[in-house]
């Protein structure tokens, strides 16, 4: 948009008896086509190098709007002219602000001095989806959304299920395994797994479902409010008799479109959500705290009471402020209610929002760039998705210093916590649905191997031979049943006699999900990776794909190859 700046030869007193004649008149001589002075247009309309004093009127020129702004300034918006063999683009647009949180990469540990590492599982997936969306659309990722947790646990993994202790069975089983890294001689990695019992859909209790849905005017996309409405219909088909849905919108004020309804109304709930249209500015926290009244209202002791919010994250109505949002879930879900977000569109996505809603919620939190995605997480993964079969799940490794001198979680820098937080109740983590796989991989450097730190000069003195001498870690999860108070231990000792002879003699699981770790890293553009490249992450995932049923696998190998096409090519040495 340009102003205009009109003049006439008139003498500028001789128009201090008629302003309104000569406010008409500037307007005439603007609309006829006056010249362009100053081009440079602030974001307020005006001109960006004009003078503060300017006693001359400047007009922005456009049809049917004028706006009064002072009794010296007269505004009128002017849409940018389209060229006559081009259609504007019907949906909405908006300038790149997409919102991350940066995270440094986890630091090394030196044994000596901390050999316990503490952090709290993330079963969250959005991550991997929001990258292969940058990927597809011809972008490396920016480096805050590649966390490496969450490209890692997108798949699964033949883990151990659980196995009875004491004459019960556990919530979980869980799997180690140890083999030399791919990226680095003198480094093992050990793998940790987790392994959720499986609940089928049917089997699942009652559930209380609220649909939340963001309708403003930047879901008005393809990828928005459309794939919303797709989206929650492939949910729609899975629900049973005893279940409910309700149904929340908002935008510049909310609105109840359905209330509490059976399961086994289809063509009503479905009605409700096709009729959702999309405009208006976006009040995500009073829409979220109708939905939570919605929750309440049908409520189901003993069930699943949980809401969906489908948005961007862009809220810019009403409370915007980030630990204010968070607060309000958190608080909230001590109502036994939990929240999952579910993210969409891009351009202005506020991923870093989303993730700290479902945290605070004790839900997930997944992106949905397709709608084979979709039905990924609320088809495929349905009870994983809706059904908690441990909450608060912590992980801690104790390493042994006369095995391990260095160590490194690799990921899970959202996700740490002090040791003292490992045995503390009142500290939340991450929740493990039914069915669920959990991955962590640590970097280890076995004592006497080459390491990232430089020795010290002045070390104690080696200390007598202890026992355990054949361990190298030891690892402890706490976790709490679903709706106590009181946590649960389980410990595993993990043994030196588990190390793999070479890479290669590890299980296709195992290397697959290196693959992805170092993927990870280099899109990061992290430290710890050497002189590994892109090409060889594909040719390592490509030979360890194993069974690739839903042929994600695959997939992940053609995304491997996209950005290795976007990568800044070095220039040749001379």
């Known amino acids: ?11 500028v007193s ?8 000569f406010l008409l008149f500037i307007l005439i001589l603007s609309l006829s086509g006056c010249y362009n002075t100053h081009p440079s247009v602030s974001h307020d309309g005006m001109s960006a190098d004009a003078p503060s004093d ?6 922005t020129v456009a049809p049917s709007t004028i706006t009064v702004e002072s009794s010296r300034r007269v505004t009128v918006t002017r849409r940018p002219l389209q060229a006559t063999n081009e259609l504007a683009d019907p949906y909405y647009q908006d300038e790149q602000r997409e919102q991350y949180e940066t995270l440094s990469e986890s630091e090394i540990k030196l044994v000596a001095s901390e050999p316990v590492s503490t952090f709290s599982i993330d079963i969250d997936t959005g991550a991997y989806a929001n990258v292969r969306r940058f990927l597809n659309g011809g972008q490396l990722p920016p480096h805050g959304a590649v966390r490496i947790e969450e490209l890692i646990n997108y798949f699964t993994y033949q883990y151990a299920l659980p196995t009875p202790v004491n004459g019960k069975l556990p919530p979980f089983g869980v799997t180690t395994e140890i083999a030399p890294s791919p990226w680095n001689a003198h480094t093992k990695l050990i793998r940790i797994g987790i392994k959720a019992s499986d609940v089928a ?11 939340l849905v963001d309708v403003s005017g930047s879901m008005d996309r393809p990828t928005g409010l459309p794939l919303v409405k797709n989206t929650l219909k492939l949910l729609i088909d899975q629900l049973r008799p005893q279940d409910k849905v309700s149904l929340v919108t908002y935008a510049s004020g909310t609105q109840i479109v359905l209330e509490p309804t059976p399961g086994n109304e289809k063509a009503k709930i479905s009605a409700a959500i096709e009729q959702l249209r999309a405009g208006g500015s976006t009040a995500g926290a009073s829409g ?8 309440q209202q049908g409520f189901i002791s003993k069930g699943i009471n949980r809401i969906l919010l489908a948005t961007d994250g862009d809220f810019n109505v009403g409370i915007t402020n980030f630990e204010q949002l968070k607060e309000l879930v958190a608080e909230k879900k001590k109502s036994g209610i939990s929240l999952t977000t579910l993210g969409y569109a891009s351009g202005n996505y506020n991923e870093r929002l989303m993730k700290d809603l479902a945290i605070a919620g004790e839900g997930n939190y997944s992106y949905i760039d397709t709608l084979q995605e979709a039905r990924k997480v609320l088809v495929e993964q349905l009870s994983s998705t809706l059904s908690v079969v441990a909450s608060d799940v912590k992980i801690q490794v104790e390493f042994n210093p006369e095995k391990v001198s260095e160590y490194r979680l690799i990921g899970y820098e959202k996700r740490e916590l002090k040791r003292e937080d490992f045995a503390n109740d009142k500290v939340d983590a991450g929740d493990i649905g039914s069915g669920h796989t959990v991955t962590a991989l640590y970097e280890i450097v076995l004592k006497g191997q080459q390491g990232w730190l430089e020795p010290l000069r002045y070390q104690p003195a080696p200390a007598a031979k202890k026992p355990h001498s054949a361990e190298l870690a030891f690892l402890r999860i706490r976790y709490k049943e679903p709706g106590a108070e009181q946590s649960k231990l389980t410990e595993f000792p993990i043994s030196a006699r588990q190390i793999k002879p070479s890479f290669n003699a590890a299980s296709n699981d195992f290397q697959f999900a290196a693959a992805v770790a170092a993927y990870g890293q280099i899109l990061k553009n992290g430290k710890y990776t050497g002189t590994f490249s892109l090409a060889d992450v594909a040719e390592l995932a490509q030979n360890a794909k194993g069974n690739d049923r839903f042929g994600l696998r695959a997939e992940f190998v053609q995304l491997v190859d996209l950005a290795k096409s976007l990568q800044t090519k070095k220039p040749p040495q001379n």
């Open 288 to 295: 979220i705290m109708l939905a939570y009244q919605m929750a």
């Open 201 to 211: 859909v049917e089997d699942l209790p009652p559930a209380n479902l609220v649909f």
């Open 14 to 21: 001789s128009f201090r008896f008629a302003p309104f004649a």
């Open 54 to 59: 300017q006693e001359i009127p400047q007009l």
């Open 1 to 11: 948009m340009s102003i205009l700046h009109c003049r006439s030869d008139l003498p």
